[in-house]
């Protein structure tokens, strides 16, 4: 999101960004002036565009403006801290009596899933192999956190599950 006041002769901007990971920025959309001819405004003009941006880290930005008599101006750089793409974990029934369907999306290396009680106390680690049925047999009604590991044995989500038991 930008906006320009006054706006002079403003052929069209381009978005620039660069991630941490880069050395140069790269254009990722133009966008024409919505002065008519390359003409003056002085009214406050507001452009947007979105960014489909799936950086897990630090992305850097900026505008470049392009006039008709081809020179080029460069706004400040604005930096904006990206999060990672989280897998989507989802347990169900919950609370459920005694077993519970796992889905998860976003994450291809899955394999184990782990199971602690209300204080910690790990009560469970297995493999789901494809599975989406978990069965709580003989665990006993209460809270439990079931983490979702990468075949490294990295956690990458912990979902709350209460059992019942009934």
Same mark, same amino acid.
């Given at each position: 999101y930008w906006s320009t006041k006054p706006e002079t002769r403003v052929n069209y901007f381009v978005i620039q960004r660069r991630v941490s990971s880069e050395n140069q920025f790269s254009d990722i959309d133009t966008l024409a002036s919505q002065v008519p001819n390359g003409g003056v405004s002085l009214v406050v003009l507001n452009y947007n565009r979105y960014d489909h941006n799936e950086y897990g880290g630090l992305s850097f930005y900026r505008l470049k403006t392009v006039n008709f008599d081809n020179s080029v101006a460069y706004s400040n750089i604005v930096v *904006? =801290?990206? %999060? =990672? %793409?989280?897998? *989507? *974990?989802?347990l169900w029934p919950n609370p459920t009596p005694n077993k519970f369907f796992i889905g998860i999306s976003g994450l291809n290396n899955f394999r184990t899933i782990m199971i602690w009680d209300a204080v910690g106390q790990k009560m469970r680690q297995e493999e789901i192999a494809g599975r989406s049925i978990i069965a709580m047999d003989g665990l006993p009604a209460g809270s439990y956190i079931v983490g979702i590991l990468t075949s490294d044995g990295t956690i990458v989500e912990t979902k709350k599950l209460i059992v019942t038991g009934q």
């Open positions: *904006v =801290a990206n %999060k =990672a %793409k989280s897998p *989507v *974990v989802t």
